[in-house]
Nanobody, 118 residues
Framework: QVQLVESGGGLVQAGGSLRLSCAPS????????MGWYRQAPGKQRDMVAF???????NYADSVKGRFTISKDNPKNTVYLQMNNLKPEDTAVYYC????????????WGQGTQVTVSS
């Protein structure tokens, strides 16, 4: 079973930066897209950003201009560069990778905590 391993979370002051990484325990083939989601306490899990196999990106309005998603294809690794962080960015961040093998399969990371202090 493939596991996604996230890293890079932590505590940062408002205006600071963090870079999240997500790598699978073994190669994943036929990837459709790779993305980041976040969930704050008492709230639903929301999409932050995703990048397709072709390199197209999409961002939540709240992070546009501040966050950048990128990927390393040979390593199946996805990154999220987060700049100018705000307290409202505080959440557990999860990565997700989807692939198509007859049907769509998805894998989720265990989550990494990002806390932004004011």
């Amino acid at each position: 079973q493939v596991q996604l391993v996230e890293s890079g979370g932590g505590l940062v002051q408002a205006g600071g930066s963090l870079r999240l990484s997500c790598a699978p325990s073994k190669n994943i083939f036929n990837i459709i897209d790779m993305g980041w989601y976040r969930q704050a306490p008492g709230k639903q899990r929301d999409m932050v950003a995703f990048i397709t196999s072709g390199g197209s990106t999409n961002y939540a309005d709240s992070v546009k201009g501040r966050f950048t998603i990128s990927k390393d294809n040979p390593k199946n690794t996805v990154y999220l560069q987060m700049n100018n962080l705000k307290p409202e960015d505080t959440a557990v961040y999860y990565c997700r990778i989807r692939r198509r093998v007859l049907e769509i399969q998805e894998y989720w990371g265990q989550g990494t905590q990002v806390t932004v202090s004011s």
